[in-house]
């Protein structure tokens, strides 16, 4: 007695404090677990949460008297944001824009560097394992500081891969502009020594430096030494974008920005961003008080980072990225995928995607991914952020002394942490009376049931063919798995991306065990989420070359699903009126 207490105490103690992958133990495939809502402003769950959220703006921007900010969020599938709001502060630039509103333009800092990746994967010909050099040639014969070429002194640049660049993991050093010796000040009073002109670029585009050119680039980068050998770990690197643009030159025979203009600009219809000049008219843009890098250009770096825009701007480029206007959709699937981790467990790195993971924004506690770029120039921050799982373009700029980082990120924070969970009361609000309910088909004696909770996807119960509860007898189905047969099974349906003409495709995920004895395996596992291993188990289970988790709706003109095919077991049920 005493044995069975202390232990049932230990696994208790064990398990209080373990996060489940999702609500209940569920384990959804990542990814959307419902079709987007495709009309969320209609719904009062968002309704409510944008006057939250311009409440907390308000507060935030109370005392931003010299800093000014927009922020906005746009579904791919409305034709206006569903949130759009700008502070113009008190005090202003007499030369720039008096009130700040969607046309404002600001400096983009390295949001700039999604176009220099968009162009090359643009490119059929070209594959991002493909070895820069192959592009740029000049980059095998740059010269160092001295006459020493070794793994630390010297980039292996036939190593480096245009995707290596795209994602920080080629190794290569950081920045050539952004150099401490280009600032006009003594810096031997703080320990440096004094160099010669050899030592300096000459050139920045601020402080008055004229801006760096190809020419000079390729005279100075040799002299920097890498940082890891190519694919060891990932380094942010301004100088592996203007790299990546030169090598769009090369692939196209074109200027970067005419390139840009004619395939990304002029087909997404961004008329106010400009890469290596600002707008026409200074009033146009939001220029901070003593702010000195406003029309100032960096010369070749202006690929990585001086790009100007808008809003109405980069919601049309977020929305062109999600619909697969500018690259296709194969493409855009890969485009929008990990391509390694860092050293924070909430950040992962794409192309040049910095990927944020969060499994603590909706209700369902599931994992969602976030594939932003945050840009900073000088006073400029701001970020570009995409959630494919909602098909939602989230957009910030700001300038000021008081804007930052830390800004950004509190206003990111607070826009998805108020608007996420009614877009999610929005997406179940739309999608029950399309595919909720019971269907039945009488002359089998076949029945299940779809319902909607707090937890991932659609419940399914009453899941009985041919007076079989397919539920309870999992175990049976599961003949040829090693797992118990008796353990508890819940299951949740999820949407696939396949579709055809009438017909969608989802797929139903078998979640083995009560959420107390996931909890336990949780407990005694030293990674976390150590139970949910979806990914593996899909499509395990067929019958006459059909699977078992696969059912395929059939929809009427409306989009409503008027019966649904279970295919491994040859049935069709119609939905119940």
Not at 119 to 147: F, I, M, N, R, W
Not at 168 to 189: F, Y
Not at 191 to 196: N, R, V
Not at 234 to 250: C, M, Q, R
Request: charged share 20%.
């Amino acid at each position: 007695m005493f044995s069975q207490l202390k232990k049932g105490v230990l696994v208790a103690l064990a398990t209080s404090n373990i996060v489940l992958a999702a609500l209940n133990g569920h384990c959804p495939p990542l990814g959307p677990v419902l079709p987007a809502p495709t009309k969320p402003a209609t719904h009062e769950s968002v309704q409510q949460a944008i006057r939250s959220i311009t409440s907390v703006f308000q507060n935030i921007t109370a005392d931003l008297d010299s800093t000014g900010i927009s922020i906005a969020v746009k579904s791919i599938h409305e034709s206006g944001p569903l949130l759009e709001l700008h502070h113009t502060p008190t005090t202003l630039n007499p030369n720039g824009t008096r009130i700040i509103n969607s046309e404002t333009i600001y400096r983009l800092g390295s949001i700039s560097k999604i176009f220099a990746v968009l162009s090359v994967l643009q490119q059929d010909h070209v594959k991002l394992d493909d070895h820069v050099a192959d592009y740029v040639p000049e980059l095998l014969h740059l010269k160092g500081e001295t006459d020493e070429v070794n793994d630390v002194t010297t980039v292996r640049w036939k190593d480096v891969t245009l995707g290596s660049l795209a994602s920080h993991m080629s190794g290569v050093g950081a920045d050539l502009v952004n150099d401490l010796a280009s600032v006009p000040t003594d810096w031997t009073r703080v320990g440096f020594p004094k160099l010669d002109e050899s030592s300096k670029t000459g050139c920045a585009g601020v402080l008055g430096l004229p801006p760096c050119n190809r020419t000079e680039f390729f005279r100075d980068f040799g002299k920097r030494h890498p940082v890891y050998a190519p694919f060891t770990n990932p380094v942010y690197s301004n100088v592996a974008s203007v790299i990546l643009g030169f090598a769009v030159e090369a692939m196209t025979n074109m200027t970067y920005d005419s390139y840009v203009e004619h395939s990304i600009f002029t087909p997404l219809s961004m008329t106010n961003t400009t890469i290596f000049n600002g707008p026409q008219k200074d009033s146009w843009g939001f220029i901070p008080v003593n702010e000195t890098w406003w029309g100032s250009s960096l010369g070749y770096e202006d690929i990585a980072g001086g790009f100007y825009s808008n809003t109405v701007d980069l919601l049309s480029f977020g929305t062109g990225i999600l619909e697969h206007t500018v690259l296709e959709s194969a493409k855009t699937r890969k485009w929008m995928k990990p391509v390694t981790s860092t050293s924070s467990s909430g950040l992962l790195l794409g192309g040049p995607w910095e990927i944020l993971r969060s499994n603590a924004v909706t209700k369902d506690k599931r994992l969602i991914d976030f594939y932003c770029k945050a840009g900073n120039l000088n006073t400029y921050n701001n970020m570009l952020c995409l959630i494919p799982d909602y098909d939602l373009v989230i957009t910030i700029l700001s300038g000021g002394p008081k804007s930052n980082a830390d800004l950004v990120d509190l206003a990111l924070s607070k826009v998805v942490q108020g608007l996420l969970p009614a877009i999610e009361d929005a997406g179940k609000a739309e999608a029950m009376p399309r595919f909720g309910g019971t269907y039945v088909d009488s002359e089998t004696n076949s029945t299940i049931t779809l319902s909607l909770d707090d937890a991932p996807g659609f419940s399914v119960s009453n899941w009985v063919v041919r007076n079989v509860d397919v539920i309870q007898n999992y175990g049976s189905f599961a003949a040829l798995s090693s797992s118990p047969k008796d353990r508890s099974v819940s299951v949740r349906l999820y949407p696939t991306n396949l579709s055809s003409g009438c017909h969608t495709a989802w797929r139903g995920v078998f979640d083995i065990g009560t959420p107390q004895e996931i909890a336990q395996k949780e407990a005694n596992s030293f990674w976390p989420d150590a139970s949910c291993h979806t990914w593996g188990s899909m499509d395990r289970l067929t019958y006459g070359f059909r699977s078992m988790d696969e059912l395929v709706f059939s929809l009427a003109g409306n989009g409503s699903a008027q019966s649904v095919d279970l295919r491994t077991f040859r049935v069709e049920l119609k939905k119940e009126s």
